[in-house]
Structures are given as structure tokens and as C-alpha cells.
């Protein structure tokens, strides 16, 4: 006699209660499926926005914020800062790396931001067309960019503020040279451009010698580097990313810095920990109702067997009585709770990965995350354990009641 067709017939014979079971413990898995991919990809993400950036200069402030906004580009940034001063701390020996930003302007929701060609280093960026830019006004797009219509070669004027609402700079017009292949970093939805392009935007001039009226005046302030230090100290950037040259540093410099100058020295691998941390109190309660939600898929699959196994005492009879063994029917009680177990499991990978996607492609409007459910995570292979875990418990004292029951006295009582 075939368990499986046994089986398969008395799940046909209650579809009700069986669809119950499979939506509660579906919803269940969906939800922890859905919080291990958000989870997995959002940290994955920025960590690999965050690699080799050791410490940030910027205005004083919110730590977290200035991390946000210029490293994750998620936020407004804390101000401006000299950049003389900048670069004060930048040449300090300590230091291997430090890359300029300067934020403010925004074109269709994409950040512009004033770096150096040093930024697309950092990251390992190569080009899919085009080339870096070599003079102002210039612009390199990323992937995600150049999907929303800056091709190479296209124009575009930028908007003051971080949002699609702020003043338009039509009187300065860029132009895309260079298209960035994807590289799975925060590069991929920025628009980056020189410094002096965002300088120019923003009407800072350079206060160069034309500007004299004595012209031998003008050569002995620029012989005696005074005019480099005027200039600079008209310049204003928004951040500096830094790297350290030795792991010493850590414990000294963001002291120094916060300690001993108007300026704040924020820490990226602190504060992504403790956007992280906070984060996960949120992914906690929603695990925790997963959880509550699988128990009860669990106890309703238990109740249904249990409560089949009492009004089906003498059909468990008649198989006894036919020569069915004691094994094979406890087998046939198993197989209908991981049946279900399975089913529902199933469903709930499907309905998990199927909301991350959706999600996905909502919040790629915003140009600040990106999700897909078109992947697998290692972890999901511990999911899968979940319907013989389930459909085991569920079974286990409906099983063991059909194991010690006696035939002939079901027999007799009907």
C-alpha cells in the first residue's frame, strides 16, 4: 500500500485547515527569508562602501551623520570645512590616503559630488565608455546613474540641495565623459565631477594675480605662497575621507583631531556598528514575530493531526487489521506533517524572496538602497531544515498515539 497516495488523499479530504496551516507557517518563513536577505545585502553593502576608509573629516556634529552622508550618501552632511585645514591633517604622517568630497547639488535625486580621480581608485572603478574628467564641469556617472538617461556625452544641469525641488543652476551646464562599469558600491548612484566644478557652481573664484592692480605687488605675494594659502583658505569642502598608513593611528589621531582642532574626526567602522546595532533591535522583533508565527504553524499542524488521529481511530484500525505495521502507520502520520511542513516552507522562500524583489525595485526609486530577492544565501540552507524539524514535532504525539493503540479495542468500541 502506497503511504504517499494514503497521504496525499487525506489532505485532499480538508483543504481548509490544511490552507490555514500553510499560510500561517509560510508567512512565518517568508518573514525570516525576507529579514536574512534585507539583513545579509544591506550589511554586505556597506561594508564595501566603507573599505579603506579609516576616518572622515568634517564639520562638527553628528558622527553618524557625517558617516551617512559621506560615505553611504543616505543623509545631509554636518557642513562645510576650511579646506587648508583639511589638508593640514590630511598631510599628517600618519595618514596614506585622503580624498576630498564636496556635496551640495543634485541632478534627477543624483548626488554631484567634487572629488578627485583618487576616489575611483579607491573603489577599483573601471569605465564602460568614456574617460575621467580633465577639466571643469566635467562629469563621470555610475551604473546606476547612466540607467536614468546620463549616457556619455549627454548634458545636464544640476539642482541646489540634495533633493529633485532645489534651486536649478541653469546658468552651469555639465557634461557626462565618463560611464562607470558597476562595481557594487556607493559609486554606482553618484555623479562625481572635480572640485573646481562644484566651486565654480557655487561662485567661488579663484583669487589669482589678475585680480591686483600692481602686478610686481601680485608676484611677490604668490613668490612668497601667500596666494596659495588665500586660495585655499577661500575653499570650503564637505568631508575628506582618510586611510591610515599604520594601525597606530587609530588610537591617537581621531583624538588629536577632535581634541585640538574646530573639527570632527568620525570613525566608520563605530558608527556603521552602531547603525548596524540599530538596525538589528528592529530585525530582532521581527524575528522574534517569525518565530511566534512558525510555533503556531507548528501547534496548528500538531491540533490538526492530533484531532484527524482521534476521529480517525478506527480507519488506523482497519489498516492494523489489513496488515498494516505499526511503523508504516506512524510513517504515514509523518509524511502528512512534512508534507505541510514542506509546502509551507516552499511557499514562504518563494513569498520571502519574491517581497525582498519587490522592495527592491520600489525602493530603486529612491536611489539610496539596493535590494533584489534574485539571490540565495548561504544561511537559506538552514531554513530548509525547518520543515523536518516542524513536521517532526507536529507529528510526534499523534505518532506515538497510533503506535501504542490497541485494534481490537477500537474495533470492538465501533
Sequence with gaps: MNLLTLAAADLRHR??????????????????????LISTQISGRLQRDANGV?????????????ILSTVYHLDIPTGNIPLDEANHWASNPMIAEAIPLSLGDNARGF????????????????????????????????????QSGFVNGATFIGMHGLGASGHAHADHQYRVVGVLAPTGTVLDRLILTSLDSVWEVHGAHHH???EHDDDDHAED?????????????AKEITA???????????????????????LQAAVPAMETARLLNLLGLGFDTLR????????????????????????????????????VSRGRVVALLWIQALSLSIAGTLIGLLLGHGAVEAMG???????NVSLTGLTLQADELAILLLPLLVGTLAALLPAWRAYRSDVAATLSQS
Design 361 to 367: 525595485r520600489v525602493a530603486g526609486t529612491g536611489r
Design 15 to 36: 483543504p481548509l485547515p490544511n490552507f490555514l496551516h500553510l499560510v500561517l507557517l509560510g508567512l512565518g518563513i517568508a518573514m525570516i527569508t525576507a529579514l536574512l
Design 54 to 66: 579609516d576616518l572622515v573629516l568634517g564639520a562638527k556634529g553628528s558622527p553618524l551623520q557625517l
Design 111 to 146: 548626488r554631484i559630488v567634487g572629488t578627485t580621480p583618487a576616489l575611483l581608485k579607491h573603489y577599483g572603478a573601471r569605465f564602460a565608455q568614456g574617460q575621467v574628467w580633465d577639466a571643469p564641469m566635467q562629469t563621470v556617472v555610475g551604473s546606476e546613474v547612466a
Design 288 to 323: 522574534a514575530l517569525a518565530a511566534v508565527l512558525i510555533v503556531a504553524a507548528a501547534l496548528s499542524v500538531f491540533v490538526a493531526l492530533y484531532t484527524a488521529m482521534e476521529t480517525r481511530q478506527y480507519d488506523l484500525a482497519v489498516l492494523r487489521s489489513l496488515g
Design 221 to 233: 605675494h604668490a613668490a612668497s605662497g601667500d596666494g596659495a594659502a588665500n586660495y585655499n583658505a
Design 208 to 210: 589669482d594675480a589678475d
Design 240 to 262: 575628506m575621507l582618510m586611510t591610515y598608513r599604520t594601525p597606530l593611528a587609530a588610537a591617537s589621531l581621531p583624538r588629536m583631531i577632535n581634541t585640538q582642532s574646530k
